[in-house]
């Protein structure tokens, strides 16, 4: 769907129209936009993960503009995979081994954090999460399609709902909580639906983090966790 077609869905269900202030196209555009957004960083989609790649220089600090960093769950450089430790084993790895060239890396805020003695050079690439929150946006894009089309037509429904929760919130809001609440529901049954899926084909011991033990000087896996990501 698109938002053409979303504003569509809202103002038949409503039985409202474009005429009133509070139905604007500037307020039909502003609630979708929104709830695109809402929708889409409600989960980590399937349909929402991407990849980036750029030239690495032993730098250890690296920003990537349109990826989530904490979503950040594999890193190569030279084709050569690192583990993910969380940021304070990342901290006692490089004062307790500050020579080591074990591939490591960790994030913190927006910032990863990569081992600069890794002896590593190339092309370095992440998969993550990136969020579509403006693909939606300005007037002249009634006919892009959210995240959630095609195959995932219940995001598409909870965008709907979303949009008509905030139509009625001011009139009458145990309708608009209905309606939240109906919005959260479509997208609670598309993630179980997505897990569901998954859960044929992830292996439970293959965690996102590693823990690093200082005393041994190696690193022990977590259990996954089926909505860890």
């Known amino acids: 769907m698109n938002r053409y077609q979303i504003k ?22 502003d609630w979708i936009n929104q709830a695109h957004r809402w929708a889409a960083g409600y989960k980590p989609w399937p349909f929402t993960e991407g990849k980036q790649s750029t030239t690495y220089t032993g730098v250890e600090e690296w920003d ?15 084709g050569k995979r690192f583990d993910k430790i969380n940021f304070e084993d990342y901290q006692i790895f490089k004062e307790e081994q500050s020579s ?8 913190f805020g927006n910032t990863l954090y990569i081992n600069p003695r890794c002896g590593l050079s190339g092309t370095l690439t992440v998969w993550g999460q990136y969020q579509p ?13 959210t995240v959630f089309s095609p195959g995932a037509d219940e995001g598409n429904e909870a965008i709907i709902e979303k949009v008509l929760g905030n139509l009625y919130v001011r009139d009458d809001k145990q309708i608009a909580m209905q309606h939240y609440a109906m919005a959260e529901k479509q997208l609670q049954l598309l993630w179980g639906r997505i897990t569901e899926e998954q859960f044929k084909y992830q292996t439970k ?16 896996d977590n259990l996954f966790k089926r909505d860890q990501f």
């Open 8 to 29: 569509t869905g809202v103002l038949v269900r409503s039985g409202k129209d474009t005429t009133s202030a509070w139905t604007s196209e500037a307020f039909l555009n």
């Open 64 to 78: 990537f503009e349109g990826i989530k960093t904490d979503s950040v769950r594999i890193l190569q450089i030279d």
């Open 100 to 107: 080591a060239n074990d591939r490591v890396f960790s994030d």
């Open 133 to 145: 929150a403006y693909i939606l946006d300005g007037d002249e894009n009634d006919e892009t399609e």
């Open 205 to 220: 011991d293959r965690g996102m983090w590693r823990d690093f033990d200082v005393l041994e000087g190696d690193y022990t």
